[in-house]
């Protein structure tokens, strides 16, 4: 899954990680990506960090990050 290779390095906690992970899963569902290693999946998975800073719900920030690539 392309987003836990993104965040590898990071100083997240596990709960920080798991919330990333379900907006990550959010999105890809919502766009209807089952390929993980599409690079569109990695696209999603930067923006879904970046904004996870900002954004706690998972829901949210899957549609927030979405929003960001001009998708739907």
């Known amino acids: ?3 836990n290779r993104l965040l590898e390095s990071s100083k997240l ?3 920080e990680t798991e ?3 379900r907006a990550f899963t959010f999105a890809l569902r919502s766009l209807s990506l089952v390929d993980r290693n599409d690079p569109l999946t990695e696209l999603v998975g930067r ?3 970046e904004i ?3 954004v706690l719900d998972p829901a949210e920030l899957a549609e927030a990050a ?3 690539l001009g998708i739907q």
């Open 1 to 3: 899954m392309p987003i």
């Open 19 to 21: 919330r990333l992970n």
């Open 13 to 15: 906690t596990p709960e």
């Open 52 to 54: 996870g800073a900002t």
């Open 47 to 49: 923006n879904i960090i």
């Open 66 to 68: 979405i929003k960001k």
